[in-house]
């Protein structure tokens, strides 16, 4: 454990944090009139002048305490699998504040599993410009990730990827897998950060399960030889795999 | 215009508050090069010697291991908040 004391401090942008020209003709030209309101750190802390903009505009913004921030409204980039966000209302799409595409990417993986998938509008305050995510940003990364999963199945001999870090640490959920999976012959490895460069010299493991940070099965899919899926989708392989969900159902793959 | 305010005063203020003799600092990527100005205030306005986190800062739930075995006496870390672990996903 961590045995100092240790202090956050969020970075909080210094600019205004308002909504753009763009973003706020896409919300009208589309008529949507409840949005998933959600934002990083250095952003959710100012938002009255984005609230009081969509109601100005007749737009609900409802919002939630995810499982594992501290403040209403704060999207962390683990909020990735569907039921982490704790969002009650239905809405029409998600409006993310904030910079760069870790975060909101995260609301495009938590749908997976869904039927149709919500549009993210990314309304960015430093460049004053809107851009939108949808299934087309990850759809060839969930390929593989689909690929990796079915195989999981059909592995007998598979690799737990625990990690050491306590806010990350997942030994005991880990374990489930062997109670779930009788047949498989589980390996368990252990790290700090994951070590990519050392995964091919255990060269008997036919498929990973990570069990760190939940994006590690999607944004480093590459990085994986032999596949790697994350441990809530390998706990509930045959649910995932036979769903009518967006996962399923994924548009051609193209090439980026 | 500084895109993000780093706040050295609150960290200064705890570091006196506690009287931290060794404190670690540790900044996601983008924050990086905030270092040597965070680092040279810092020992500027106290007594405390910093160290810098040279790894990963993916969020609070990266927190380094084994600090308290070098003496360190406080982690300030910056661009993230309190975290709560949640145990199986």
């Known amino acids: ?256 | 215009m500084r895109l993000y305010s780093v706040e050295v005063e609150k960290a200064v203020e705890r570091i006196r508050k506690i009287g931290a003799k060794t404190v670690c600092i540790q900044l996601p990527d983008g924050m990086k090069p905030y270092a040597k100005e965070i680092a040279d205030a810092v020992e500027m306005e106290t007594k405390a010697r910093v160290l810098i986190w040279l790894g990963s800062n993916f969020g609070a739930c990266d927190m380094p291991l084994g600090l308290n075995k070098m003496g360190i006496d406080l982690l300030i870390s910056w661009g993230h908040n309190v975290f709560h672990k949640k145990e199986g996903w």
């Open chain 1, 1 to 256: 454990m961590v045995t100092v004391d240790v202090m956050f401090l969020d970075a909080p942008y210094s600019g205004s944090v308002e909504l753009s020209k763009d973003t706020i003709r896409y919300l009208q030209d589309q008529k949507f009139k409840r949005v998933g309101l959600y934002a990083s750190v250095q952003f959710v802390n100012n938002l009255e002048r984005v609230e009081k903009r969509l109601e100005e505009l007749g737009i609900a913004a409802v919002t939630s305490r995810a499982d594992r921030t501290h403040v209403k409204g704060q999207l962390l980039g683990c909020d990735n699998y569907h039921d982490s966000l704790r969002l009650e209302e239905d809405i029409d799409c998600y409006l993310y504040i904030g910079d760069g595409r870790f975060h909101p990417l995260a609301l495009v993986y938590g749908q997976k599993d869904s039927t149709k998938m919500k549009e993210i509008v990314c309304n960015d305050p430093i460049q004053k410009k809107m851009t939108l995510m949808g299934i087309d940003d990850i759809k060839n990364i969930l390929k593989k990730y689909r690929g990796s999963l079915m195989k999981f199945f059909t592995s007998k001999t598979v690799g737990i990827l625990v990690t050491i870090k306590p806010g990350q640490e997942q030994l005991r959920p880990a374990l489930e897998l062997e109670k779930k999976y009788p047949d498989k012959r589980f390996y368990i490895f252990v790290d700090n950060v994951i070590s990519f460069d050392q995964l091919e010299n255990f060269n008997f493991i036919d498929v990973w399960v990570n069990t760190a940070c939940p994006r590690v099965g999607f944004d480093d899919q590459e990085k994986f030889m032999r596949g790697v899926i994350n441990l809530n989708d390998a706990l509930l392989a045959q649910e995932v795999l036979s769903k009518d969900s967006v996962f399923n159902n994924l548009p051609s793959a193209t090439r980026r």
